[in-house]
């Protein structure tokens, strides 16, 4: 594996080669690994992300953004999870809040993007995008969340420590059901949300808040068990699936521990999929030399941007490096 810089600055050069069709994934990934444009990009992450499973010394950070879930990823997700290729998830309140609602059976449905928005409303569906789902339904979940919140009341804790009990509650109540929190419990993968209200699980503390529920999601405690997680280890790398919010609070825990005297450089390994551009200055779609001019990533890192559907990336890239049966042990933090 080489290193420094971009993974295709890195490499003599060599020509292209015509990627040849068959069967087996990890070598369909590896052959467009010698190919152009994000066909490229898509086979060398999975290259960076293998070194990251093979770095003994790597904690392996995913960050998840957008509705991963209802769009159909939950399967992928649950199944990089059991197989610790992540070690620690960051991910918005929404995809979060549409795994337990899968889990508690509220089903989402293949829908169309042509269709009257207004009838959908009439008709109590909500839409995303060609997913459809029943807004009463949801509301059923944003209760069961307030009841739980006064279950639990008073509480004072991050976000990760919130969820922890939220999908113990979870699985208790649909032993039967699957979802990603519940297999992140079950491997010992902390999760946090940093931005939990913005998202239907936040209006479902609001609801138990406004009944006067002594509920209190310190979100200042996820930044600092995180940066935690990231100062106890050796070298970290980072997978973003799509960027906003989670992709930014793991980037500054490199900000956070150098302002702490634990500085590690940056991040050592990073991949992103992403359908965001860096010429419009947002932090989805910035690049990773960006990011090295705050000391987010190492200038040596193995960094790789695919600009591709994240749907269309991620089972992908996950079957490519699942195929072999991967065997690691995951990582435990005291938090």
Known sequence: MRRGG?????????????????ADLPALLEGMAATGFQGRKLGESVRVWRAMLEDPDCTVLL???GAMIPAGMREVLIALVRHH???AIVSTGANLFHDACEHLGVCHYQGHHHVDDADLLSRGIDRIYDVFAYEEEFRTIDRQIAAF??????????????LDAFGRHVNGVAPAGRSLLAACIEESVPIFVPALADSSIGIGLVM????????????????DELTRIVEESPRTGVVYVG???????????QVIASIHDASL????????????????????????EEAIS?????????????????TIALPIVASALLAPGIVRQGRRFDL
């Open 6 to 22: 971009d993974y295709s600055s890195t490499m003599a050069m060599q020509p292209t080669v015509p990627v040849r069709p068959t």
């Open 63 to 65: 960050g998840l953004s």
């Open 85 to 87: 290729c992540v070690d």
């Open 149 to 162: 919140a006064a279950a639990i009341a008073p509480f004072r804790g991050s976000s990760r420590a919130f």
């Open 208 to 223: 138990a808040r406004r009944e006067g529920v002594d509920i209190d999601v310190d979100q200042l405690a996820d930044a």
């Open 243 to 253: 960027g906003g919010v989670p992709k930014n609070f793991i980037q500054q825990t």
């Open 265 to 288: 450089d940056g991040h050592a390994y990073a991949i992103q999929y992403t359908t965001d551009a860096p010429h419009w200055g947002g932090l989805s779609g910035c690049t990773f």
């Open 294 to 310: 705050w000391g987010k990533e190492q200038v040596s890192s193995p960094r790789v941007q695919c600009f591709c559907d994240a």
